[in-house]
């Protein structure tokens, strides 16, 4: 019930395309989900992150799309560029806590 | 920069050596956390620190010791490490008051154990 489910683990698009990286959780208590970017050897930055009580959030190229009955959610990045290769995380917390549970990241390339 | 700075940014340490990593957080935060990362596994958090209290141990080996002196410094103490905890080790401080708890991270430490 604590898991959060990340996939894929690895994606390379060509530049221009719209990567879709999927998390899925089970603990329906958990109201706050960021995603995290993080270049090597660079620790995790916040990107964009959304609660429950939205089903879509935009932040410059970066969407966040979520789905509460089905309990998902994705990280949409449009017009994607060679800078934007990093891995990915999702992350989900409880209310009241400050503990993130995150998944296993996503490996993003982006071809010039 | 994430205003979470961590020293050293690499060690290599043998199995009987005893090495510490510094977390330093200029952002007012009062909470700090370590975590533990490795290829291909979630980030592991390892322990929480909420105003130099410790609130969290995820079953860590007694070979890591925490120390948080104040809101703004963390440390972690390693002894006779095991190859398998190479691995990069990376800070993070948040707020605790309010609903959100955004964690900022450092740059972590690239940890080897020969």
């Known amino acids: 019930q604590q898991q959060v489910k990340q996939s894929p683990q690895s994606l390379i698009v060509q530049k221009g395309g719209i990567p879709i990286i999927n998390c899925a959780y089970e603990n329906t208590a958990f109201d706050y989900f960021p995603w995290y970017q993080q270049f090597p050897g660079k620790g995790p930055a916040l990107l964009i992150a959304i609660r429950p009580d939205v089903s879509e959030k935009k932040e410059g190229r970066f969407t966040i799309s979520f789905n509460k009955s089905a309990k998902q959610f994705s990280l949409h990045i449009m017009d994607s560029q060679p800078g934007d290769s990093a891995t990915y995380f999702c992350a989900a917390s409880r209310p009241g806590t400050y503990k993130y549970i995150f998944g296993t990241g996503t490996r993003l390339k982006v071809l010039a | 920069e994430t205003g979470v700075t961590q020293t050293p940014r690499h060690l290599v340490m043998g199995m009987t050596n005893k090495k510490s990593l510094k977390c330093e957080q200029h952002l007012g935060h009062n909470a700090m956390y370590w975590y533990k990362q490795s290829a291909k596994k979630p980030l592991e958090l390892m322990f929480v620190?909420?105003?130099?209290?410790?609130?969290e141990n995820n079953s860590v080996p007694s070979r890591f010791s925490p120390e948080c002196p104040n809101s703004s410094h963390l440390f972690l103490h390693l002894h006779t490490l095991q190859p398998e905890d190479s691995a990069l080790y990376l800070c993070?401080?948040?707020?605790?008051?309010?609903?959100?708890?955004?964690?900022?991270f450092g740059p972590g430490t690239r940890l080897t154990v020969t």
């Open positions: 993070a401080s948040s707020r605790t008051g309010g609903l959100l708890y955004e964690q900022y």
């Open positions: 620190y909420n105003f130099k209290e410790q609130t």
